[in-house]
């Protein structure tokens, strides 16, 4: 493993927190949509919101060049061909490397047992009844023998997930999936312009301004109260297959809610000031994020990436990160139950069919 799982994974598995197909052939037939053309222009990136979170703001103008992005996260059978074609362990189904594990650690920090160690991911689990929102560990399960082929662990499969986003994939794992797929992880700034869909406004949602325009679920989101009840409105606990809910002004299907998406960025809490502060005009022009990640919650992670889109366990009583601007970082090898990733790559717009008369 290339670096060390999240300092709060550690914590996790060392009960130390105190704070905070077997693959099968398919047997649903796989639904794969091409990619779509994002064409160039300008937008305003972040928000001004005051209730959105402070890594979201202020709002800047950013000018961005055409692009094609996936329709759809890659799906469980997309990454299953990937690794039939070339073999590829994910991270999840390696050892973790407790050399590497420990350079994230506050020094001094004690070696998990080698139980610990074995291959495994981060999964969600409900809690029993009300908790504290600000403890994470209440919710979050670390587990072994949880990977993208048994997704909730031995025994589980995605033989009837086939069209459902791939999960318990990290940032390497990604960007090895589209070096395969000679494509490449988008920048933040080309995700979220993406996702705001050609609306000549921003809005809160990818939608618009409600959440639920005409009492229709617009994205696969927590409904009921979290973390310990789901109601099921929106039809699902947990993933859903991609292209599932409406998708947005350039036919992009998930870009908000079911699964975070990883982007190519490492990732910055205050990203936005430093633009809104610099004098350098490139700042704003397809912007690729920093030079080195800074997350004052995360101090020893060395090489946070940036996630968005939020997932099924966004809820507006505690996250609401479906909302386009919002935005985390992740340890490029940390691997969970909700966040997936899709992909973009250069070259010409689509040629216009001339019709006939």
Known sequence: MKYSVCIWRFLLIGGLITTLYSCSKPVDAPMEMEMVWIPGGTFVMGTNDPTAQANERPAREVTMDGFWMDA????????????????????????????????QLPPGSPRPPESNLAPGSLIFHKTEGPVDLRYY???????????????EGPGSSVRNRMNHPVVHVSWFDA??????????????AEWEYAARGGREKNTRFVWGEEFMPGGQHMANTWTGTFPYEN???DGYEATSPVATFPPNGYGLYDMAGNVWN????????????????????????????????????????????????????????????Y???????????TATSHTSFRCVKEGPPPVASSGSN
């Open 72 to 103: 759809t996260p890659v799906t469980n059978h997309q990454f299953l061909q990937f690794v039939e074609a070339t073999g590829y362990v994910t991270d999840a189904e390696k050892k973790l490397d407790w050399e590497e594990m420990k350079k």
């Open 137 to 151: 560990d209440q919710w979050w399960q670390w587990k072994t023998g949880v990977n993208w082929r048994q997704p």
């Open 175 to 188: 960007v090895a999936y589209a070096e395969w797929a000679g494509k490449r992880l988008p920048t933040e």
């Open 231 to 233: 109601n099921h409105e």
């Open 262 to 321: 990883w982007c190519s960025d490492l990732y910055a809490a205050n990203i936005h000031l430093q633009a809104y502060r610099s004098e350098d005009k490139d700042c704003c022009i397809n912007p690729v994020g920093p030079e080195k990640s800074y997350d004052p919650m995360n101090p020893y992670a060395p090489e946070l990436r940036v996630i968005k889109g939020g997932s099924f366990l966004c809820h507006v009583d505690y996250c609401e990160s």
């Open 323 to 333: 909302r386009p601007s919002a935005r985390r970082g992740n340890t490029p090898d």
